[in-house]
């Protein structure tokens, strides 16, 4: 099977589907974005003409509802190209540290589960299966969970939400698959043996930014869905909903640094290993020198001992997780983004409301 190949600092990268669809269109990422996010909304006015939501009252829920689904959408291809940066500056670090010519890393590459056509195939199917399972929209139940106050004619609704419903529950399972099978890359790659220098993490660095990224990505993506949302209460349902949105996307940033944590764990205990061995070697001929009364050749052992015992301590302060602290300060920030934006649009309606009842 072939795989595109785009050019990166140090590494030819294979392209994931969407990415490879959008070079195919010879369209920035931002045009792509802009125009499908114009053929939804250009969707979503004839849908409401049709339904006849356009002469009827302005109904606010009506609009902030059917505008949810083009604004994830459009969300995620103007995310997309951040991750797909991420991830590559990633990968690339990685190949200093691999023993192999670059054929082989490239063919490692290729046969990694994100880059494997027929799975985000797969993907992508089952999860428009699964969003249209979610919200039926061929049920009147269904669509009153998204409209509470129905058109004259809901067919078109359900026209509306088996296309762009359908749409965004594809693109939010290819995304978590893409997501999840990025992890299994960096997993697979941290299984080869690699030239690690413990007292220089900073390799590893970039895929704590990448999986800060797919975080950020996530929660960020649930704090948009605030906005949409026509009636939202702080209720306990709400806060278990939210709170699951925010901690899974947390729980993937630490799944995905788990296993290069196993890494540097190993080379570190490699590097204690060594330098242990040279603490008993020392600590042997230092005893046999005192034995011999040879003190003149004590000194320099001592001397080489504490060097070794210094050493050890050096390596056992090496941190055992590939974040910075400002890795760190970013997620927990980030974990707070969905309650801020929930905060300005209850402030933001109340003040709207006040000004609309005031005479």
Known sequence: MKYTMTESATVKMPTILVEEFVKRTR?????????????????????????????APFDAGFWRAGLLFPAIIVYILLTLPVLQRLRNRAIASFR?????????????LAQAPIFARRLE????????????????????????????????????????????????????????????SGMRLFTGLQHHPLDINIFDLRPLQPIGRWSLGVAVIFIGGSALSLLFVPQLTLNVETIVLYGILVLTPVLVFFLNMLSTRQTIVAAKRRKLDMVRDHLVTASLSLDEQVAQDQLEHAEVLLDSFAAW???????????????????????????????????????VLDLLKQVVSSP
């Not at 990422?29 to 996010?37: I, T």
């Open 121 to 180: 195939w797969l993907a992508l199917c089952g999860g428009i299966v699964g969003g249209l399972l979610l919200w039926r929209p061929w049920e009147y139940a269904g669509l009153s969970r998204i409209w509470p106050s129905l058109g004259a004619r809901p067919g078109w609704l359900v026209l509306y939400m088996l296309i762009v419903g359908g749409l965004w529950g594809g693109l939010q399972g290819w995304t978590v698959y893409s997501s999840l």
């Open 96 to 108: 200093p540290l691999a023993p192999m010519d670059d054929e082989g890393f490239e063919q490692l």
């Open 309 to 347: 015992v210094a050493y050890e301590e050096r390596v056992k302060k090496v941190p055992e997780w590939p974040y910075t602290s400002e890795i760190r300060r970013n997620l927990v920030l980030s974990t707070l983004l969905p309650l801020a934006v929930w905060l300005v649009r209850e402030m």
């Open 27 to 55: 369209l920035s990422w931002l045009r792509v974005a802009v125009a499908v996010g114009l053929v939804l909304i250009l969707f979503l006015v004839g849908v409401a003409f049709l339904a006849g939501v356009l002469t």
